[in-house]
């Protein structure tokens, strides 16, 4: 956990179309994007200065933006650009790289039509989502109070700040139990993800993976999904009941910040970090650094 708060960190970031200091990157308390979730961000890597994948990042948050309605006053290429500036100007080489947008404070209430939208890119030191050496062994994962929507219930599709209210709240009480992330099940009880990841398991040396039919389809899995193709492994996307995973070899999770991240124990059922687990996570770990 960070020991300087976010706010104190310092240095400077991308704001509305210019490279500012870090505390000029402030919004009005009665903003919309606060009060209402009318906010969508990215979460990116940069490696040895390259943001990984950071077209398609880029144009998730551009969709994401589009789902809600809302119109980002600055073009593809702009974006793309203020990303690399965020990260260079800070100096960074490995990063953290966060590009959101969210509603202004010119109207509140539910309507927003007149507010104008924001945009910021601002890059930090990460280093790995949970602890390394926990990481390594395997993380613990504890099955969430709440269910992934419907796509008739939220905009499933989008990375928005609202979606994730869900999360915090499961990932609060996972970690009060002694787990380090909850896995959530969707709204017809098939397995779904983590608070911030996918999930991949492995049975019989094939990976079984959950169809990204109401949540979020990762950039890295959709890395993950290729990598082990290209390495022979079988891949299957389907629908997976909870009951199934008491039966599967190996468990790891996967997403921007938590990379490949192994899972050691699910509720009550336990699990080594296997073989393929670990090919991937090296596989991985080469491929975003372009070995
Ligand atoms: N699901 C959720 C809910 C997430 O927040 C993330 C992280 N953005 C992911 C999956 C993984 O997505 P990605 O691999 O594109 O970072």
Redesign the pocket.
């Known amino acids: 956990m960070a020991t300087v708060p976010f706010d104190k960190l310092g240095g400077k970031l991308w704001y509305n179309g210019e490279l500012v200091d870090w505390d000029a990157g402030r919004l009005h308390i009665l903003s919309h994007g606060l009060h209402y979730a009318s906010c969508v961000f990215e979460?990116e890597r940069a490696y040895g200065g390259q943001i990984f994948k950071h077209q398609e990042?880029t144009d998730r948050l551009f969709k994401s933006a589009e789902i809600l309605g809302m119109d980002i006053p600055y073009s593809n290429k702009e974006l793309y650009d203020a990303g690399y500036d965020s990260l260079n100007v800070q100096g960074f080489k490995d990063a953290y790289v966060r590009a959101f947008a969210w509603r202004g404070s010119e109207m509140m209430a539910i309507s927003a039509q007149q507010t104008t939208t924001h945009v910021a890119v601002v890059s930090w030191d990460m280093g790995s989502y949970f602890d390394p050496e926990a990481r390594m062994a395997g993380i613990k994962l504890q099955w969430a109070k709440y269910k992934r929507p419907s796509p008739e219930c939220a905009p499933v599709h989008a990375?928005a700040a609202g979606?994730?209210m869900i999360?915090t709240v499961s990932k609060h009480e996972a970690e009060a139990a002694g787990y380090n992330d909850a896995l959530m099940v969707d709204w017809r009880g098939y397995v779904a993800?983590?608070?911030?990841?996918?999930i991949f398991f492995v049975k019989d040396g094939a990976l079984h993976t959950p169809i990204p039919d109401c949540?979020?389809d990762?950039?890295?899995?959709q890395t993950v999904i290729e990598l082990a193709k290209d390495r022979g492994i079988e891949v299957v996307e389907r629908h997976i009941m909870p009951e199934e995973v008491a039966d599967m070899q190996e468990v790891f999770i996967?997403?921007?910040?938590a990379e490949v991240t192994p899972i050691n124990q699910i509720g009550d059922v336990h699990y080594q970090v296997g073989e393929v687990t670990r090919d991937l996570l090296t596989l991985y770990h080469n491929h975003v650094r372009g070995e």
């Open positions: 979460g990042h990375k979606l994730y999360c993800e983590c608070t911030g990841a996918n949540f979020l990762g950039i890295t899995r996967v997403g921007t910040a």
